[in-house]
């Protein structure tokens, strides 16, 4: 076995080991740790080219896993400007109205309001005038 003769070779190789021990454990090892096998083989003399051949082909059928690209890092909550502005007009006149108070801070922590907090405000600006 190639993993054996790499032991052999490198006795004191903590890589080796530690792929050896993986393998006792689990049975099989990733794309990477294989290339990375490959790689310390092809370094041995006296190693069957058979051997090296073999597991070139195993690294060429495993799948290549790549990591998809971020997504765009566009907001996830876009604030209704309209219910900031009828906030800022209500507590320009009435700075302690509490339930105005309550939804800034729900405004300010960018949760949703609902279409009965916006009419709620829409009504308290409409008592302004």
């Not at 006795?11 to 099989?28: A, E, M």
């Not at 890092?73 to 604030?79: C, D, G, R, V």
């Not at 109205?97 to 939804?103: D, P």
Request: with cysteine; hydrophobic share 35%.
């Amino acid at each position: 076995m190639l993993l054996e003769d790499c032991i052999m070779a490198f006795p004191v190789s903590s890589f080796v080991i530690s792929i050896y021990q993986q393998y006792q454990r689990r049975g099989w090892l990733s794309k990477k740790q294989l290339q990375g096998l490959y790689d310390k083989a092809s370094k041995i003399n006296g190693v069957l080219p058979g051997r090296l051949a073999a597991l070139e082909s195993i690294i060429k059928k495993m799948p290549t896993r790549e990591r998809s690209e971020l997504p765009e890092n566009a907001p996830m909550f876009i604030k209704d400007e309209e219910a900031g502005k009828l906030i800022d007009e209500i507590l320009r006149k009435y700075p302690q109205h509490k339930r105005v108070l309550f939804l800034k801070v729900k405004y300010d922590n960018n949760e949703v309001l609902s279409p009965s907090d916006v009419s709620e405000l829409k009504k308290f600006s409409q008592h302004l005038k």
